[in-house]
Each structure stands twice: as C-alpha cells, then as structure tokens.
C-alpha cells in the first residue's frame, strides 16, 4: 500500500514539482534579479536641485491620471528614481519618476512585473485563488510522496553505503537510476519538505484557515505581511482605495500648489514624513503609505526580503512624529514562526548559503523526477499504467492509521481528497473490470496481477 501511495502521489506530483523546483529556483534570487532590470534608473545625472517628496508623488498621480497614491518608495539613493506605486481601477502602477526634473522615466503596472508575473506562475499557476488550490493540494500530496519515499528508502538488509548514502554512479541500467532516485531524494527530502511545509501559508486554503486561527481570541483585526492568494491581495488594494476617498474628504478635495505641481494636500504630509524616515536607516526597500480605510493614519513600513529585519511605523501626518513602532520581536509568535519560514522559503534568511541550498534542493527535486519517470517508464508492462499491485491484505497498522488521520487533520485538501480517491475507487473503478486492470485495483484476464 506505502508503493501505491507513493507511485500514484509521484504520478500527479511530478508536473508540479518540476514547474515549483525551476520557478522557485529563480525567484530565489528576486533582489538581484530586480536590481538589474531596475539598474537604468538608478545613478542618473542629476542637473539640478531635488524636488519635493510630494512633487514627486504628485508627477506619478498625473502620469495615471484619476489614481490614488498606495505607496512612496524611499530611493537607495538622490541619483536614483523615485518609485511610488498608485492605484487606479484595482490595478497598481509603479511609476518611476527622476528626483530633480519629475520626468517620467517609466510606468509599470505591477502584477505584469517579471518577478510578480514568476511569483504567481510558482505559488497560483496564473491561474487566480483556483490555481493556488491547485498547487496546495500538489504541495500536500508532495509531502506524503515525500515521506513514504522515505519509508522505502530506509534500509533494512543493506550491505555498504552504496545506494544508501551515495549512488553507484558506475552501475548500469535500473540499479543506477534507482540509486540516483533514491540517494538524492534522501539528501534533499528535509529540505523540500521544509519548502513545502514553509509554502502552505501563502496557499488560499490553508493559509486562509491560518488566518482565521490567528484572530481567534482577538477582539480586533490582525493584520499579517502575507498574502493568501491573489483575492486576499484585490481586497487589500480596494481597502487601500476606499481609504484615499476617506483621506481626501477630510481636507474638502482640495488641492494646492506646490512647486509648480498640483499636488492633492491629503499627501502634502509625506514631505514632513520623509524627513523622520529617511534617517532611520530601515532595511530596504522602506515604503510610506497615505491613511487608509484599515489604517486612519500615515505608516512607513520596511518590506525588506529577510522579513526578520522588518519594522512597522504609525506617524503624526501634522508633525511626523513616530506614534508606534513595531519590530518583528514584537510581533505575535505565529507571524514570526511564518516570516522566518517565509524569508528562508525564498531564499533570504541568511544570504548566499541559503540561496545555494535552495538551488540545491530545487535541482535535486528535478533530478528525483527525472529518474522516478524513467523508472516508471522503464518497468511499465504495455497496456497498464504499471502501479505496485493492490493485494489482498487491506489491514492497517495502528500507526499507519494514526499518521494517515493527522496527515488528513494537519492538511485539509489532502483529506478530503484523500477520501474522494477512495470512494472513487471502490465504488467507480473496481466496477469497471478495463479501468480496475488497468489501475492495478484486479488481475487481468490472463491473471497476472499489473
């Protein structure tokens, strides 16, 4: 049964396995990645003296016009562009505006940004809330792959370390593909299942479920620095929009000069916010956010990548002064628990290292897939799909059936697919004598058994 477990999770893993392993290899190095494509924006000649924050906001609302500002990026440096991020219609724009002449060098709509475009083919498939389903009931069936591969790994009888510890790379035939399943599989298992058990927060389903745990006991809103999908994501946009219409009533819609800009006076207050900010030396990059319908007042975040290195500011729009802070020590234990899985998921806990040990793994991942197919492809009989047979013994251990009910608790889409599977084969498949041969669930007329 652990075979066919193990045959038929491989068998619907591995597409998804192979698509997470090579997009999640390369958004490991997102910062690099951004940095180079953003590199003609920075270190321009600047020919004159730097205009204000709130010129600068108010260029970018004019090259979309009827949008509303979401974020002010403070710049690495004066040489370099200004990037602010606005809204319009549901959509967020990244508008890159030069320092000293407010000309705009760019306008970007973000979720068509190659690593945004990449960060959603990896955790959504492009396809929405739908596709995150989709891949958490991969990344939950990859981890019962995962583990009973395990389970047939351990040796029991084995003479040496070869095909154990290391491969016998000078074998021929099935003996070295088993060897280069088996042995790399084992090297790289705790570290998949830490990127799979680490990826589930992001997930529609078990991270929603994840939030809902959060705000147990909770008389207010929690909020958390993940997203769960691309809905969450649209709700925190339309939240972000509702706010501007809510700031730009308190000031009567006016709207002032101001170096020779028309600049709406609900963000006039960033100049003065700016200027507490910049100073603090935050991890990059740091954006600084308008009063929202969620947050009545002006904030400044760092978004850095290694989110342990992260804070939360709450300022006074009149006299900048910092109201609140909150570092990630400060943050509830779970948040910690999932930015320092978040952070190591994506490669930027601890630099290099943990990006070469993602590489690593998603390689690794790659390599078992590859040698799993061919040997599967290799042992097929003509005509059958080749899974381990059924058998006759249907009994479980207790401990199997303590580990299958957690693993359904602990992952509710494995569960319930889980359930359907079965009810699918008892009651559909092993009626139909062709699909039941062809499956392995009966002997074939001839009586072999597939």
Request: overall charge positive; glycine content about 10%; aromatic content about 8%.
């Amino acid at each position: 049964m652990i075979w066919r477990w193990h045959f038929y999770a491989g068998l619907f893993c591995i597409p998804f396995v192979i698509c997470l392993a090579t997009t999640g290899s390369i958004y490991l190095f997102r910062p690099q990645i951004e940095a180079l494509l953003d590199r003609p924006y920075t270190n321009l000649p600047i020919a004159g003296p730097l205009a204000t924050p709130a010129a600068r906001v108010g260029a970018a609302l004019a090259a979309v016009p009827g949008s509303t500002l979401h974020a002010y990026q403070l710049p690495g440096s004066d040489r370099d562009a200004t990037q602010i991020l606005v809204g319009k219609g549901g959509d967020d724009f990244r508008v890159y505006v030069r320092p000293d002449t407010l000309q705009i060098l760019k306008v970007a709509n973000e979720e068509s940004r190659p690593m945004r475009v990449l960060f959603h083919l990896h955790g959504e498939l492009l396809m929405g809330d739908r596709g995150s389903m989709i891949v958490e009931l991969a990344a939950s069936w990859a981890i019962v792959l995962l583990l009973t591969g395990l389970y047939l790994w351990w040796p029991t009888s084995a003479r040496g370390l070869g095909g154990v510890l290391y491969p016998r790379l000078r074998v021929e035939g099935r003996v070295f593909w088993r060897d280069l399943h088996g042995v790399t599989a084992f090297w790289v298992s705790l570290f998949a299942l830490f990127l799979l058990i680490s990826g589930l927060p992001w997930a529609k389903s078990w991270g929603g479920m994840l939030r809902e745990a959060r705000q147990w006991g909770s008389s207010v809103a929690l909020r958390q620095d993940w997203t769960t999908g691309s809905g969450s994501e649209a709700a925190a946009r339309k939240a972000r929009d509702a706010g501007a219409d809510l700031t730009h009533a308190e000031h009567g819609g006016h709207a002032a000069m101001k170096d020779g800009m028309s600049v709406p006076r609900d963000y006039s207050a960033i100049d003065t916010i700016v200027k507490t900010v910049q100073p603090l030396d935050l991890a990059a990059p740091v954006l600084i956010s308008p009063p929202s319908a969620r947050a009545p007042r002006w904030s400044a975040r760092s978004d850095a990548a290694n989110r342990p290195q992260r804070a939360d500011l709450v300022l006074d729009a009149s006299t900048g002064q910092i109201i609140e802070r909150t570092d990630f020590a400060q943050r509830p234990a779970i948040d910690r628990l999932v930015g320092y899985g978040v952070a190591a998921h994506e490669g930027q806990l601890f630099g290099w290292l943990n990006q070469a040990l993602g590489v690593f793994t998603a390689v690794g991942l790659i390599l078992v897939s590859v040698s799993a197919v061919k040997l599967w492809w290799s042992r097929r009989p003509a005509g059958v799909l080749g899974a381990p047979a059924a058998g006759l013994n249907r009994r479980f251990s207790t401990a199997l059936a303590v580990a299958i009910v957690v693993l359904a608790i602990i992952l509710p889409l494995l569960g319930i697919s889980l359930a359907v599977t079965l009810l699918l084969e008892r009651l559909v498949l092993q009626r139909v004598p062709r699909a039941s041969v062809f499956l392995g669930l009966s002997r074939s007329p001839d009586g072999q058994v597939s």
